[in-house]
Structures are given as structure tokens and as C-alpha cells.
């Protein structure tokens, strides 16, 4: 498993944006991690996939409700998976959480798919 710290969280009004980023603490592909992704949990709510990227290939996925809003990228020098959220609502309020996981199979946005996971983000969107 690989350690995993999120940063970036907040609040911000309705149509707000913010920046997440996900460091892991070994490279990704050396460490055998070899997809990232964020999910997120409501109050009340299980936890959601909300983004992805597949490190070896490059091939991300986002779910539905957040396309034309939020972009997953990587920023490699920094071991970093990074969530780009524009055009914030009130249900995107959350907690968002990091994943890595070492299975060489493609992306997936099942939670059992994932065997790292960070402490969470918290992120308020006020309306």
C-alpha cells in the first residue's frame, strides 16, 4: 500500500472552484500503484467515484454529474493526482477521498477495485 495526503479542501459559494490534489508517497508506477481516484462521501451518503486516472495508459473517467465541470490530471513530477472542480453546486458537498490501487487491470470505479486510501478533504458548497 502506499500512503496517500489530499490537500486542497474548502468552502466556496455556489459556481465557486477548487483545486485537489492527491500525493502519494512512492512514485505511482514504481510502487505498483497503478490507478488513482478520487471518490467522495456525502453526510448520510456511501462513498462515490467521482474521478480517475490510470497512470500507465492515461485513460481517465469521471462520472456523470460532475462531466463539463471538474478534470482529473496527474502531475508526475509530484506524485500527484489532481481534481480540478469549476462551477462547484451545493451537492457536490462532500468529503473527498484519494484511492490508489495496484491492480493492472483497467480503471474502475469500484471501491473494492482501490487498497490505498487517504484521510479526506472536506469541501462546502454554499449556496
Known amino acids: 500500500q502506499v500512503q496517500l495526503t489530499e490537500s486542497g479542501g474548502g468552502s466556496v459559494q455556489t459556481g465557486g472552484s477548487l483545486r485537489l490534489s492527491c500525493s502519494a508517497s512512492e512514485p505511482a508506477r514504481a510502487d505498483g500503484q497503478h490507478t488513482m481516484a478520487w471518490f467522495r462521501q456525502g453526510s448520510g451518503r456511501g462513498r462515490q467515484f467521482v474521478a480517475g486516472l490510470h497512470w500507465s495508459t492515461g485513460d481517465t473517467r469521471l462520472t456523470e454529474d460532475v462531466k463539463g465541470r471538474f478534470a482529473v490530471s496527474r502531475d508526475t513530477a509530484k506524485n500527484a493526482l489532481i481534481l480540478q472542480m469549476n462551477n462547484l453546486r451545493p451537492e457536490d458537498t462532500a468529503v473527498y477521498v484519494c484511492?490508489?490501487?495496484?491492480?493492472?487491470?483497467?480503471?474502475?470505479?469500484?471501491?473494492?477495485?482501490?487498497?490505498?486510501w487517504g484521510q479526506g478533504v472536506q469541501v462546502t458548497v454554499s449556496s
Open positions: 484511492a490508489a490501487s495496484g491492480s493492472l487491470w483497467p480503471l474502475q470505479t469500484t471501491l473494492s477495485f482501490y487498497n490505498s
